[in-house]
């Protein structure tokens, strides 16, 4: 059980680190340079380029709420733990820096869309791995701070790499001078991203694991699946985890469409240009990584639940102050102080996860942790979609979030504060 399991301060900074490589992707790729790369320059139009990668995410986000539980269970029964998140990283980290290859107008545009989405995939079963290693590595007593620490360094990693490759690669008068023509700049930036991932994940991927895998032996399909099978019937006898992963779900998919339309709102409601905006989500990133770090120990003092109930109540009065914020200055304070609790309500999750999973069955269950982050990624953008519609207000569309965040609290006050031994 963790809470047996000696510190291990030399794995758990590598662990950590982990969260420092893999952030590379989602925030180059999936979100500033190619996602934006893509829909204006490769496809023939923005709009087609948008409907386009709008689809492939959505894709590759049904495939990882498909097959996380399912490789969390292979991993389970067959070992081989390091092998798994290994091979994962391997699955996001060659087709990223295969996107080099994208040339601007490509004549191909499902390639690139493929190789977006292995990696995506790749990514998100990596952390499946990665993430149910934390309570092997970390006492209970330890497990919030090296969570919010690791979700920490997971903001400042991503936000690093964006600013090396805009600054060393994309910029006019960047570090490197790379031709322009072929977009040279922007596609060397895909390289960094995977060779980014791969170098700080090194660490971790080297590592000798404490305690023993079971023989990885070969995939024992049938029987990992059954395995998986019973999981699922016995959450049903598991009340407070079964409450738990389904108020994640909501206030996950909340900070989801957050971060999705923040933009879009910024924009529309206070005219902010593609620059401020930029400004602005790279500000809410390094206040969410702040409060991620800063939250790590309060978790072990307080418990993980009870952090998550103190994110999502501050989350639901810096969120209503953006809503009502008239001015742009009240605005960026109401959304940077909203930023603060992103993180540690992030991060929290995880930790809670990690104390309440039995150990036989920590990939699983991180599996099922990974599907209730994606299972209903739709339901926040499409409420907030009709409520902007029928109301003809950007702030009343907005305010859907604000509901997501109450119902994943109400849901979550049912379940039984956890008890970390041992403070320190």
């Known amino acids: 059980m963790s809470g047996t399991t000696p510190a291990r301060p030399g794995l758990l900074r590598r662990w950590a680190l982990y969260d420092f490589a893999n952030s590379a992707f989602p925030t180059v790729i999936e979100t500033f340079v190619f996602a934006a790369y893509f829909t204006r320059q490769v496809a023939p139009d923005p709009v087609t380029g948008s409907a386009l990668w709008g689809t492939a995410v959505g894709l590759a986000g ?3 709420a498909l097959l996380g539980p399912v490789a969390g269970a292979l991993a389970d029964h067959g070992g081989g733990q390091r092998r798994w998140l290994l091979a994962a990283t391997a699955l996001c980290v060659l ?3 295969a996107l080099w290859w994208v040339q601007p107008q490509a004549s191909n545009l499902i390639i690139p869309l493929l190789l977006v989405g292995i990696a995506a995939v790749g990514m998100e079963l990596a952390s499946v791995f990665y993430n149910a290693l934390l309570p092997r590595l970390a006492p209970a007593s330890q497990i ?4 919010g620490w690791g979700w920490g360094l997971g903001y400042a990693g991503g936000l690093l790499c964006l600013l090396l490759a805009l600054f060393g690669l994309v910029r006019e008068g960047a570090w490197l001078t790379l031709p322009r023509e072929d977009a040279s700049h922007v596609r060397a930036s895909f390289v ?3 060779a980014w991932f791969a170098l700080f994940a090194l660490p971790l991927l080297t590592a000798r694991l404490p305690g023993r895998d079971a023989p990885p032996g070969r995939l024992e399909i049938r029987a990992s699946l059954a395995e998986l099978w019973q999981t699922l019937r016995g959450l049903r006898r598991q009340g407070a985890l079964l409450r738990f992963l389904v108020a994640r779900m909501l206030y996950t998919d909340a900070l989801a469409t957050l971060f999705a339309f923040g933009g879009v709102y910024a924009a529309g409601t206070f005219a902010m240009t593609e620059a401020q905006v930029l400004a602005f989500g790279i500000g809410l990133n390094v206040t969410a990584g702040l409060g991620a770090a800063a939250f790590a120990h309060l978790d072990d003092r307080l418990g993980s639940r009870n952090t998550i109930v103190i994110a999502l109540l501050a989350l639901l009065a810096s969120g209503a102050a953006a809503l009502l914020a008239q001015s742009v200055a009240s605005f960026w304070a109401a959304g ?10 992030q991060a929290a999750s995880r930790s809670l996860l990690a104390r309440m999973a039995p150990p036989q069955q920590r990939n699983q269950l991180f599996g099922l942790f990974t599907l209730s982050g994606k299972a209903t990624a739709f339901l926040g953008p499409l409420l907030v979609g009709w409520a902007t519609l029928y109301s003809g207000s950007q702030r009343v569309g907005m305010a859907v979030i604000l509901g997501l965040w109450l119902a994943g609290l109400a849901l979550l006050l049912t379940v039984p504060a956890d008890r970390p031994r041992g403070h320190e």
């Open 62 to 64: 049904l495939v990882v």
């Open 95 to 97: 087709p990223t820096a």
């Open 144 to 147: 919030g701070r090296w969570s």
């Open 192 to 194: 960094l991203a995977a």
């Open 336 to 345: 940077l102080a909203l930023g603060v609790f992103v993180g540690p309500a």
